[in-house]
């Protein structure tokens, strides 16, 4: 085993993490102006936590704790993007990157796109993957903790696929055509794919911080768990959704985020 904690490693993780993000950000603004689509940047937010997840297991300490994060975020983001990239490839534009560019002149909106969505989710992906991160520069055995996290994220992961899943065959039934899916998982939350994601990130961090310093990246999935729910996710989403018939009944007998016992009708 090496050092439990190396400060010359997390600064080579560090820079490599952002290196890693910048460069997958950059690679995607290219696709989406070949494309004249900014929808497939959502394809790489899962994808680019990946990337750092090995590249920071390559340039840490090569312990179990970082080994065990690579392979987590691998099946979350992994699974993540082969969920969107039939939406974001095989539709229009995405309505919330619509509504973003048509404040610009169309001479102007990819060079808008680059700074508002690439540059923003680059950073914000290096960010979140912080307990990735510092988890890479430290070497020391993976306890009950540890274990406690991958059950969370089991769970994080089964509310994401399962809620998409049902979400999937719900669309796929002409009857449900106009109707609210108040079913399965999405009974008991409004949002089960982004509580899930929120899981997840929850669940690395626990991982991370059992070893010091991880638990100083507390502040990752509390910002993701914010945007989810609160900024980007589930509150723009539901300003859209409320205008449809039936929704704001299932808004009131239904959780927004965290999955609670569904009311009487």
Known sequence: MGDAFSGGTLVVVL?????????????????????????VVDITWGLVFVAIGWVAYALG???????????????????LAWHIRGRALGAGEDP??????SSQPPEKRF??????????QGLAAWFVSLPLQVAASTDTA??????????????????????????????????NKGKVMDRGLWGWTRHPNYFGDSAVWWSLFVVAAEAWPGVLTILSPV???????????AKLLESE?????????????????????PKKR
């Open 15 to 39: 820079l490599g993490s952002l290196l890693t993000s910048a460069l997958a950000m950059g690679v995607t603004a290219v696709v989406s102006k070949r494309l004249g689509k900014v929808a």
């Open 61 to 79: 300490q090569h312990s179990a704790r970082s080994l065990v994060l690579a392979v987590l975020v691998t099946l979350w983001g992994g699974r």
């Open 96 to 101: 919330r990157y619509e509504k973003m560019l």
């Open 111 to 120: 060079a808008f796109a680059v700074k508002r969505v690439f540059v923003v």
């Open 142 to 175: 993976l306890g009950w903790v540890a274990a406690v996290g991958v059950v969370v994220w089991l769970v994080g992961v089964t509310f994401e696929s399962v809620g998409d899943a049902q979400l999937k065959a719900f669309k796929a039934d002409p009857s």
């Open 223 to 233: 910002v993701m768990t914010y945007f989810l729910a609160f900024a980007t996710g």
């Open 241 to 261: 959704m409320a205008k449809r018939p039936g929704y704001p009944e299932y808004q009131q007998r239904t959780s927004m985020f965290f999955p609670l016992p």
